[in-house]
């Protein structure tokens, strides 16, 4: 079964501070991985996702993630992050069939000047 | 393209009330599937369907129900509501279920 572990429930970063978000996986073939964000009162938004191919990937609003099989990752890195980053972040694996998609419990970021 | 909608924003329901929520969908995705999101909890799947007329339990099916009758909609049922069915509703679209999921705004529903 797939599993998605997310170690950090609440990370502080500063504003212009470089910023990663650990994610950890469990499946037992080749992974399709998400990142997704939650603002405030909103609806989860995806930042980016990897299917196959080049293992580091760029997602919008100047996020990427690096995929390691090795570790069973796929950390969320931003190099400056911005007051509008502060959110709720949640990583994702699914597959190429119908079993559904299995989200990590979420990381919420906090950003202070 | 509208995307996913849900309706209600917000509803308010007393303990044994029931109620629909409503989702539908545009982009002509197969797959469709309800999360509830509890503080602490991230997201618990509710229910999911793979195609009109083909539903399955997920995580926390128990009080609520679904049907599939049309590709576009995927109503959500709470035959008798209780306190611990408050929470943040969110349903969700896609082309096939580990596929990336297009998430509706949510519907905060509050069991008094």
């Known amino acids: 079964a797939q599993s998605v572990t997310q170690p950090d429930i609440h990370i502080t970063v500063s504003e212009g501070a470089s910023l990663e978000l650990r994610c950890n996986y469990s499946?037992?073939?080749?992974?399709?991985l998400f990142w997704y964000v939650q603002s405030p009162g909103q609806g989860l938004q995806l930042l980016l996702k990897?299917?196959?191919?080049?293992?580091l990937v760029q997602g919008i609003k100047g996020f990427e993630a690096e995929f390691k099989r090795s570790q069973s990752s796929f950390n969320l890195r931003k190099p400056s992050v911005h007051w509008s980053d502060a959110a709720e972040y949640f990583c994702?694996?699914?597959?190429?069939?119908?079993?559904?998609?299995?989200f990590g419990k979420g990381t919420r970021l906090s950003v202070i000047a | 393209n509208a995307g996913v909608t849900q309706t209600p924003k917000f509803q308010v329901l007393k303990t044994g009330q029931s109620m629909t929520l409503q989702c539908a969908q545009d982009?002509?995705?197969?797959?469709m599937s309800w999360y509830r999101q509890d503080p602490g909890m991230g997201l618990r799947l509710i229910h999911y369907?793979?195609?009109?007329?083909i539903t399955d339990q997920g995580e926390v099916p128990n009080g609520y129900n679904v049907s599939r009758s049309t590709t576009e909609d995927f109503p959500l049922r709470l035959l008798s509501a209780a306190p611990s069915q408050t929470s943040v509703y969110f349903c969700?679209?896609?082309?096939w279920g580990g596929g990336e999921q297009y998430f509706g705004p949510g519907t905060r529903l509050t069991v008094t």
């Open positions: 982009m002509n995705h197969e797959y």
């Open positions: 499946y037992g073939a080749t992974p399709y």
């Open positions: 990897y299917f196959s191919g080049d293992t």
């Open positions: 369907s793979v195609g009109a007329g």
């Open positions: 969700a679209s896609s082309y």
């Open positions: 994702a694996v699914g597959n190429s069939g119908n079993t559904p998609l299995v």
